[in-house]
Structure formats: structure tokens, C-alpha cells
């Protein structure tokens, strides 16, 4: 069942996609074709994703507040939640709003490694295409003519990661470490820890999986990242509301 899921709703449509943008682009470059599907993926859960985005800046600027919070109800746990839930309403924050856009994102990125594993874009299966598909004329797995998409590329891969790096490190704030004499408590530890690891451990390990997977995949994560950038760089055009801290 969970693979005529699979088949029927991901790659099936992916497979399809990439074949019809295949057959648009010039010299039928898979690796363009990869890009163009990754944009329009991208506008499809845009979205969510400047959500994401959103609250991630509103977070950062209701820091001083949450932290004068938890200080204040250090010794009643329940309390202290009650009053971060009500903080986030009253800001219309919602804390795991990037967590839908990611979990989007997964299947769509395994679809990508099985249909370039079986390099199922260099022999066109007709009976997978829909109606309106035709087989492209002409299909490059060179990405420009020079790096390799239905396979390992090194560069790729790196670049993949430089350009995750560089969202993390724009997107994900890291939390200020409590004042001296302040309580430390398990929230702002695992605060930083996670942010630490979004700017340093995450880039290692897309490189390690864009790598390992091919370049296509590869190619996928370096666009994500840099729509990624453009999304933060529009929100942070945009004019947010000062938090009554701030203001004050």
C-alpha cells in the first residue's frame, strides 16, 4: 500500500515533471531540468515556508520577554508553559511551523534519489508518463557539460553544503547566553545546542548525503538554500512590529 503511495504521489509526478522540463530546457540539461522542478516546489509550499521564516524573526525578537518569563516561573514548570503558549498567541507565533515545510521535503528528496539511482531520466520509460509527456529528444546528465547529475559529484556536493551553511547561518539565530548570575535552564541549552548544530553539523551532513546520493540531489539542496536566502532576505525587508520590550 505504502508503495503504490509512493509510486502513484511522488514519483510518479516528480519522474513526469523532470521528464516534461527535460524536453523544454536547452540541450536537455537534467541538471537545469532539477533546478526548475526544485523552484516550482519551492513556490508550492512558499507559504509555509516564509511562515517558517516569520517565526523565526518574531522568536528572536520575544527573547527578552521568554527569558524574563522562565526567570519568573523558574520553580513552576506548568505555569511557565502556559505563559510561553499565551506569549506566542498574543505575538501569533507558532513555534514548529518549519517542521511541516521539512517533513514536505523529505519524500520529495528520497523521490529525487530513486528516480536519478536508477538513472530512469537516461532511459525513458513511456508506460510512466502521463498523457500529456512526451520522451524528450534529447537528455545530458551533465548539469552545464561539465558536472555529473545521475551520479557522485564532489563539487556539487560541497557547494551544497556551503550554500546550507550559509542559509543556516542567516535564518537560524543563535539564543544569547543567559546574563551572568542568571538561571540556565534545559530550554536555553537546547536552544543552542540545536542552532550550533543548524549552523555547523547540518552543511556536514547534506554534503555527506548530496554526496553519497548523486547531483541531482545535490543540485536540489544548493536551490533550496538559495530561495531559502531570498525568502529571509524579503521578509527581512519587510516591517515587523517591535516587541513591547524592545519598544520600551
Given at each position: 500500500?505504502?508503495?503504490?503511495?509512493?509510486?502513484n504521489?511522488?514519483?510518479?509526478?516528480?519522474?513526469?515533471?523532470?521528464?516534461?522540463?527535460?524536453?523544454?530546457?536547452?540541450?536537455?540539461?537534467?541538471?537545469?531540468?532539477?533546478?526548475?522542478?526544485?523552484?516550482?516546489?519551492?513556490?508550492?509550499?512558499?507559504?509555509?515556508?516564509?511562515r517558517?521564516?516569520?517565526?523565526?524573526r518574531?522568536m528572536?525578537?520575544?527573547?527578552?520577554?521568554?527569558?524574563?518569563l522562565?526567570?519568573?516561573?523558574?520553580?513552576?514548570?506548568e505555569?511557565?508553559?502556559?505563559?510561553?503558549?499565551?506569549?506566542?498567541?498574543?505575538?501569533?507565533?507558532?513555534?514548529?511551523?518549519?517542521?511541516?515545510?521539512?517533513l514536505?521535503q523529505?519524500?520529495?528528496?528520497?523521490a529525487?534519489?530513486?528516480?536519478?539511482?536508477?538513472?530512469?531520466?537516461l532511459?525513458?520509460d513511456?508506460?510512466?508518463?502521463y498523457s500529456?509527456v512526451?520522451v524528450?529528444?534529447?537528455?545530458?546528465?551533465?548539469?552545464?557539460?561539465?558536472?555529473v547529475?545521475t551520479?557522485?559529484s564532489?563539487?556539487?556536493?560541497?557547494?551544497a553544503?556551503?550554500?546550507q551553511?550559509?542559509?543556516?547561518?542567516?535564518s537560524?539565530?543563535?539564543?544569547?547566553?543567559?546574563a551572568?548570575?542568571?538561571?540556565?535552564?534545559?530550554?536555553?541549552?537546547?536552544?543552542?545546542?540545536?542552532?550550533?548544530?543548524a549552523?555547523?553539523?547540518?552543511?556536514?551532513?547534506?554534503v555527506?548525503?548530496?554526496?553519497?546520493?548523486s547531483?541531482?540531489?545535490?543540485?536540489?539542496?544548493?536551490?533550496?538554500?538559495l530561495?531559502?536566502?531570498?525568502?529571509?532576505?524579503?521578509?527581512?525587508?519587510?516591517?515587523?512590529?517591535?516587541?513591547?520590550?524592545?519598544?520600551?
Amino acid at each position: 500500500m505504502f508503495s503504490a503511495f509512493f509510486h502513484n504521489f511522488l514519483y510518479a509526478p516528480i519522474y513526469n515533471l523532470l521528464v516534461f522540463l527535460v524536453g523544454l530546457v536547452p540541450g536537455g540539461d537534467v541538471g537545469l531540468a532539477v533546478i526548475i522542478a526544485t523552484v516550482i516546489v519551492k513556490l508550492i509550499i512558499m507559504p509555509l515556508s516564509l511562515r517558517a521564516v516569520r517565526t523565526q524573526r518574531q522568536m528572536k525578537l520575544i527573547e527578552p520577554q521568554l527569558r524574563a518569563l522562565k526567570e519568573t516561573h523558574k520553580n513552576d514548570r506548568e505555569r511557565q508553559a502556559k505563559e510561553m503558549l499565551t506569549l506566542y498567541r498574543e505575538h501569533n507565533i507558532r513555534p514548529f511551523a518549519s517542521i511541516l515545510g521539512i517533513l514536505i521535503q523529505l519524500p520529495i528528496i528520497v523521490a529525487l534519489y530513486f528516480v536519478f539511482s536508477r538513472e530512469a531520466l537516461l532511459n525513458i520509460d513511456p508506460s510512466l508518463l502521463y498523457s500529456f509527456v512526451g520522451v524528450p529528444e534529447t537528455i545530458s546528465p551533465l548539469f552545464l557539460g561539465t558536472f555529473v547529475v545521475t551520479g557522485s559529484s564532489v563539487i556539487l556536493a560541497v557547494l551544497a553544503g556551503l550554500a546550507q551553511a550559509a542559509h543556516a547561518r542567516l535564518s537560524v539565530p543563535v539564543p544569547d547566553a543567559p546574563a551572568a548570575g542568571a538561571v540556565r535552564s534545559m530550554g536555553d541549552d537546547f536552544g543552542r545546542i540545536m542552532a550550533m548544530q543548524a549552523r555547523y553539523i547540518l552543511p556536514v551532513i547534506v554534503v555527506v548525503i548530496a554526496y553519497i546520493t548523486s547531483g541531482a540531489v545535490a543540485l536540489y539542496f544548493i536551490t533550496s538554500s538559495l530561495v531559502g536566502l531570498l525568502q529571509e532576505w524579503v521578509v527581512r525587508r519587510m516591517k515587523h512590529p517591535e516587541s513591547p520590550s524592545s519598544a520600551a
